[in-house]
């Protein structure tokens, strides 16, 4: 029989979402064979379906589908990273999105509706937590998309230009994260926060300077602020020496939208320290 180890544990732990004695118990039972002690765990899918349902799912993969004049964005959350790599976890995200496409689905409810019953069984076979989030379909003239990893995933709409032309802007949305299309987008409460950020750490060489002055500053910040959030001003990251707007319009086109999925963006997070847990599980023990 292996030896239970403390690492052995956290591994079983993160792989299942299981408590740590759970995860002891497993392992004991199973002769320290990590293997053989997760079949048994996953033996009770129901219950551990059931069990999962209200654990935090900030982990999962980005999907993308697009043909070219349309696109869909998916997003499916799991409890751990690394069953986002996992086959099991891949084909049900794959079958996801491409029902999505194929029956136009313009939000997640039907399809979290549709595919419920393969959420359960997957729930049941990998031991955590997995949900359909969030999915969004765009259409036009042109749409392209990309995908970085399965983190990362973009739909760039344009009016005119080609499909491969949407896709570098997408690859340039996914790695610029630009908050608006156009500097008429930002919210005048945007620049004026910007502005009052600007003044407060620059006070001191505002300090005593003519009012022209500083408004001539505040106005250099402000462009920049405008630049660096808005998809048109910002510098191509494939050539920095043409911003993306004029990328777009030397090509014929128009830059009608942009969508951005990042996994688990927004969802909070617990704070997962497994020492505190183990320290309050021994306690817990010898009472």
């Known amino acids: 029989m292996a030896e239970i180890t403390a690492a052995l544990v956290k591994e079983l732990r993160e792989r299942t979402g299981e408590g740590m004695m759970d995860c002891k118990k497993a392992l004991t039972k199973a002769g320290g064979d990590i293997e053989k002690a997760i079949d048994d765990m996953r033996a009770s899918g129901a219950i551990k379906a059931a069990k999962k349902a209200g654990n935090v799912a900030a982990e999962g993969a980005i999907a993308v589908k697009e043909d070219g004049k349309a696109a869909v964005l998916l997003e499916v959350n799991s409890q751990t990273d690394f069953l986002a790599l996992q086959d099991d976890f891949k084909a049900f995200v794959a079958a996801s999105v491409e029902q999505a496409f194929a029956d136009k689905l313009t939000n997640a ?16 076979k990998v031991g955590e937590n997995v949900n359909i ?7 036009g003239d042109v749409v392209g998309t990309y995908l970085h990893g399965n983190k990362i995933g973009v739909a760039v709409v344009l009016k005119g230009g080609s499909v491969e032309l949407a896709k570098d802007i997408a690859m340039h ?3 610029s994260n630009p908050e608006f299309l156009l500097p008429s987008e930002v919210s005048v409460e945007a620049i004026e926060r910007e502005k009052a950020v600007f003044m407060s750490l620059n006070e001191d060489k505002i300090k005593g300077k003519p009012a022209e002055i500083v408004e001539k500053m505040v106005g250099g910040r402000i462009q920049k602020f405008l630049a660096e959030a808005s998809l048109v001003e910002q510098a191509f990251v494939k050539n920095p020496e043409i911003k993306v707007g004029d990328l777009a319009k030397k090509a014929g086109a128009e830059i009608v939208s942009f969508t951005r999925f990042q996994v688990g963006e927004g969802i909070e997070k617990p704070v997962d320290n497994f020492a505190e847990e183990v320290a309050a599980q021994l306690a817990a023990s010898k009472q």
């Open 109 to 124: 409810a039907p399809l979290i509706e549709a595919r419920e019953a393969d959420r359960l069984v997957l729930v049941g």
């Open 133 to 139: 989030r969030r999915l969004v379909r765009v259409e």
């Open 173 to 175: 949305v996914a790695a």
